[in-house]
């Protein structure tokens, strides 16, 4: 690999990369000419088929009641799209697995200390909205993975309860330990408040919603308005979702009816302080009660109060219960089986579960998986069955920790190995811009995708209308769609990041916003009035989600290919590099100001201030491994490029090789600490839950300082990318 | 000057200059040693007289009553003051002017649709705070110079009402003509806020303080804390300051006994339309009966509600009237006779009138000043008279508009013109850190004494302080002390504007924040529990303004010097550079983005969206002439630099030369359209008000798209530094 041809090979590369660019053709990637013909064809085919009505009355029909885990009418939804996907030619199985799902039994948050108040905890039903009366069957606002307690504690505001928030708190001489603290929602994934906070020493934890973030400073309010109203509850998991999803009794393993179970108070996973949401109606008289410093400006909230920080004079209790019962998560798989390729699986998924009726989540996302499964299905009736298999599931116990997804695809992984192809998911999706994102290996087969789908309002191509959007914020145009980098909070995660199964996460939004997230307000009537009232960007998802699962399907060779993921990696390794370089360089300006009092003369003598203590000063790291890792891929990347054609020779055995490649990005050992997660390009972060970290091992060595971790995970990652080259040596081998 | 002597010089300067920097001795500038260490001796002495319960006293003398132009107790403070100045050994005249000083007869705010609500415009009492009762001599919340009128109409929310904001509303298709606007206080001098708004066509103006900017999201509110309540009202002059301070009857001229006036109606400087400020308690209720788009998310306050913008449903009428009152103006000027150098000036000033009780603006001050002018005095009766005249200057009518000390110095332009050597100016001053503005031929001289005073607190001198501040808050470190530059808002303008003068403003602040500023609750109370209660930067404050008079009073050579200077403006002929520059690529990208179609494309169909229309091209300006006069600028300061040793020959003719520098920087024609501002190096924005636009020719031609003026400005700029230039070589040639 380091002889005097490669360098031949990087000139050939480069001129041959140039005429490649020059001779685009429309002809589909991974197709022959002829047969993307008459892909184009099926897939007009398949645009006409499509019907918003049908997305319309499903919403309806799917969110007339709360549907949550094993509520009666999950099971009546689970059956309902069973009984559709059966109707439209497909093979039906529902898979169940007996899960943890905790539920509330008691839930108490009062003020007894300065003065008293009970939360009301409670969501009003709102004039209009009928499902909003449905009370009785909906779960109320609660944290799933809280443990029970009962704690009695001041109160401290700690913002969005991230780790730089308790430098802050220190900075100011306040200590959580033993106190209770209230923190807002947004910042990160809700799960890694309760989280910092026991880490720290807190007791309990509130969560609320700010009208800042999630209320009257965003717009009119529910029932005037989309957004969240002062009773609105968000519900949520907040299991240890960055160690790993799925069902907290079964680590790592299917929770099939026989498995093997670990007790509740032997689950890792579950937080460890008793945690509760609370709406911002609850919130303000807590924090009203507050006294001490003031809290810092970019801590501030809408409410109409001078923030304070505490701790206390407020004390409060928090008390809760939960049933600490087994409920079945129900996964619908619908299968169509391939003409061709039956071993190799395209999988599309969305889950029907929802914290109460779930209109836009997840339903809008479902009922448009449901229309594209039923057009395929009448595609395949008239002829026109897929070369792959083609699998359409619908996963329940997505919403306490993707339980439905997680625990299937533990329980067939070895098969999932062999078999996945891709895996597509969408879950609540509603009006304006298109947002993908996925595998770069992907990324130039999904570009096409995006010109050829039009913008149902605006008469231009959702490619248009994503750039028009970059370019008016001041942003570079986009020369190619650009997929973002998958973190969490969706199904993709187990596929993507578990066992390395190439994914995609599609969705339409920007001008669909609100505040009915996981709170009582989700309903029809609200995505009726706010969302995509005529289900045309539904539709629009079809047809982009339609378009990425047939071609996947119909290929005559996988499109993937390795440039595109090689030059975005390499935009991360500079990323990673240039974070080493900025936090050297701040560490080392924050030490020597540190250590010449600078920050003791600058403060106010009128308020307690700890100046910070300094930090161990960030060694250079070796990054030659990734460079040299890195050229490498590039290499490979562009003679992969260089010897694709379609039709190919060896089509049947070059697709095996490519369907295996994004498993080249994981290792068995998995990430530090967190061994599930696998994929060593994509994780979400350990402190934002659902924001994505790229290079994670790398990149969260260097965040969290860990020094000797930093170089550990260079080479580990450099060995990785080595590694994924020689797979696409091997594909192109076969192609040669 | 163009001769190749230049270039030797040019080489002998870049070496000399190394040498001064480090045979820096501590000599104090303009003394000789023995004259410096007499001088230090005296500032020992001087230090050694201050008492902070002079101060305290003082204050809570001077503000135990409202004393706004024209008052009774306003009377008795100048009374006192003068009497003081007497006792002190100073010669003292109270020079009265005869002003327009409007005050209010109808005020009348009321919502008529869709709900009724009549505003309050009413501060009532709080607990704790005597001043707060007397409500009987105080004048109501208005805005001084606001026209009469009676109007009604719908109302719209504009945000600051700043000519950006006037865009944002274009791009919602929302014009204000015929309409009332509701424009909070910040983000400019409030004057500009009707100003634009007449400009756009409204006919009526409300302001009102946003309790974002300045209420309970600030901190705790009066009396709890120093913030501002929900009653309380910013009052406070909207005359057309940036055309002109002073009376708007006797423009450009002194408002003597029988100085021929204009009729209140003929008075250019005026609003056009009627405007009150109103408390954030008055404005809630129309706000909040707001409709039409939400407003901006940068728009929105801290009031509990969604931002709209309207028009209407809010219909609101608002009726003022005023008493078109002559009011006197009573100007003390407490004058020291030099004894080496009477008819040399240095004058040392701050107003004495208040909105209502005005402990902090202005008494803050003015007590500082009678501090220092007691101090001098004592000093002179034991034989250390000042060898310069000093002059101790307590202004009337400055709230109005900078009256008194504008019609005085418009009175006695030609003798100033002769005489004054600098003006030294203080106005509310609380604790934290020192900040001064001024002349930058003067910043050299200025830096020592920050190195001299020490902070009353943390025992390390001022300057160390403040670049504490520059270094925590990520700013570069500062190698001397940054005066900045002066725009407008204190009696400053006058001298250092119109004539010419060298001109500094100190004073305190950054710990002592609060919402008192022009409400009923500047009050002594809310000083001593909130401000500086010890007067520890009060005595500070003496100790610097003090030092800044001596030593310019004392100085065997006047101590300018002109490469601090120089760099500055290099600085600015840098910026309005790069201002071009990127107002030309920013105008260019924005004008391809509109023409493209991009901004309809990322609109969202749901909300009303007009594109805006694109701009014309920005030209290349030639700035050669600016860089030309600069790099003679550069030699000449040097050269200065080069020849200046203390004692020198000739030194009363030097000192003649360099006191008349600074007003070589004005042109008798002033700047465009406003010729009473005749500095062309620093002036208030037209559009900021107390704002600074430095280069205010050149700079503001740019910003306002003024293509043929923008090069007008650079020639006459370029011809005004050159004059600076041969007035160097003048001074240096004395020296020679």
């Known amino acids: ?15 041959f990369n140039v005429a490649s660019v020059c001779a685009q053709s429309t002809t589909l990637m991974g197709f022959s000419d002829q047969a993307s013909s008459k892909q184009v064809q099926l897939e007009k085919a398949f645009d006409a088929m499509l019907e918003a009505k049908n997305l319309d009355q499903w919403m309806k029909h799917l969110s007339a009641r709360p549907h949550h885990v094993g509520s009666p009418y999950d099971k009546e939804v689970v059956d309902f ?66 443990i029970d307690g009962d704690v009695t504690a001041a109160l401290v505001y700690v913002n969005y309860g991230l780790p730089e928030d308790y430098v802050e708190l220190e900075k100011r001489g306040i ?92 689950a890792t996973s579950l937080t460890k302080i008793p945690v509760l949401p609370i709406s911002y109606h609850d919130a303000l008289p807590l924090l009203k009660a507050l006294q001490g410093p003031v809290a810092p400006s970019s801590w501030r909230g809408a409410l109409p109060i001078t923030y304070h920080i505490g701790p206390g004079p407020a004390q409060v209790r928090l008390k809760l219960e939960f049933n600490w019962d087994l409920k079945p998560a129900y996964n619908v798989i619908a299968t169509m089986n391939g003409t061709t390729y039956p071993d190799e699986w395209v999988i599309r998924g969305n889950h029907h579960d929802a914290w109460v009726h779930g209109a836009n989540d997840p339903i809008s996302g479902l009922v448009a998986l449901m229309e594209e499964a039923r057009a395929v299905g009448t595609l395949a009736k008239q002829g026109h069955r897929p070369k792959r298999t083609m699998m359409y599931c619908a996963w329940g116990a997505e919403e306490p920790g993707l339980i439905g997804s997680t625990e299937w695809v533990e329980t067939h992984a070895d098969e999932l190995r062999q078999k ?23 990324e130039k087969f999904f570009d096409p995708i995006t010109r050829d789908v039009m913008d149902p309002v605006k008469n231009v191509s959702l490619f248009e209308r994503r750039n028009a959007v970059e370019l008016v914020n001041g942003r570079a145009s986009w020369d190619t769609y650009k997929l973002y980098a998958l973190g969490s909070g969706s199904d993709y995660s187990p596929f993507f990041q578990h066992l390395g199964v190439a994914s995609f ?75 080493a370089t900025s936090l050297r360089e701040e560490t080392a300006k924050e030490n020597k100001l540190i250590r010449d009092g600078h920050y003791a003369l600058a403060a106010d003598p009128n308020q ?91 990149r969260e060595a260097i965040e969290q300082r860990n020094y000797p971790e930093v170089q550990e995970q260079i080479d580990i990652l450099a060995q990785v990318l080595m590694g994924f080259s020689t797979h696409i040596g091997q594909a192109v081998a076969v192609m040669e």
């Open 175 to 266: 200590d959580v330990k033993g106190k209770i603290v209230i923190a807002k929602y947004m910042g990160s994934w809700r799960g890694i408040k309760p989280k910092v906070a026991a880490e720290k020493g807190a007791i309990g934890c509130i969560i609320y919603s700010d009208p800042k973030d999630d209320g009257y400073f965003r717009g009119d309010v529910y029932p005037k308005g989309p957004y969240k109203n002062e009773h609105g509850v968000q519900r949520g998991a907040v299991m240890d979702l960055p160690f790993a999803p799925g069902d907290p009794l079964t680590p790592g393993y299917g929770s099939t009816k026989n498995a093997k179970r670990l007790k509740p108070e032997e």
């Open 420 to 442: 996945a192809v891709a895996y597509i998911n969408t879950d609540g999706t509603n009006r304006g811009f298109l947002g993908a994102g996925g595998s770069h290996t992907l």
């Open 81 to 146: 799209v069973a009984a559709k996907f059966k109707e439209w030619g497909y093979q039906v199985k529902i898979e169940q697995f007996d899960i943890l799902f905790p539920t509330p039994k008691v839930r108490l948050l009062e003020m007894i200390a300065p003065n008293s108040y009970t939360a009301t905890l409670t969501e009003p039903p709102v004039e209009g909205d009928a499902s909003s009366m449905q009370t009785d069957e909906a779960l109320p606002g609660y944290n799933c993975f809280s």
């Open 608 to 698: 307690v201030y700890i100046a910070p203590t300094p930090k161990q000063e960030v060694p250079h790291f070796n990054f030659a491994p990734l460079h040299n890792a890195l050229n490498v891929l590039k290499l490979q990347a562009n003679a992969f490029t260089l010897a694709t054609k379609t039709p190919t020779k060896n089509a049947p055995q070059l697709n095996q090789t490519l369907k295996d490649m994004e498993r080249s990005l994981t290792r068995a050992e998995g990430l530090p600490r967190r061994p599930w997660f696998k994929h060593h390009i994509y994780a979400p972060g350990f402190y934002t839950g659902y924001g994505v970290k790229t290079l994670p091992g790398v």
């Open 505 to 579: 996460n599609l969705g339409f939004g920007g001008e669909g916003s609100g505040g009915e997230y996981h709170t009582m307000y989700d309903s029809y009537d609200l995505y009726k009035r706010f969302k995509d009232p005529e289900f045309q960007y539904g539709v629009a998802l079809v047809k982009v989600a339609g378009r990425t699962s047939l071609r996947l399907a119909n290929a005559e060779v996988l499109p993937f290919e390795f440039q595109h993921f090689t030059e975005t990696v390499s935009e991360y390794i500079d990323e990673v590099s240039e974070l």
């Open 1 to 15: 690999m380091k002889s005097n041809s490669f360098l031949a090979l990087i000139a050939l590369v480069v001129i």
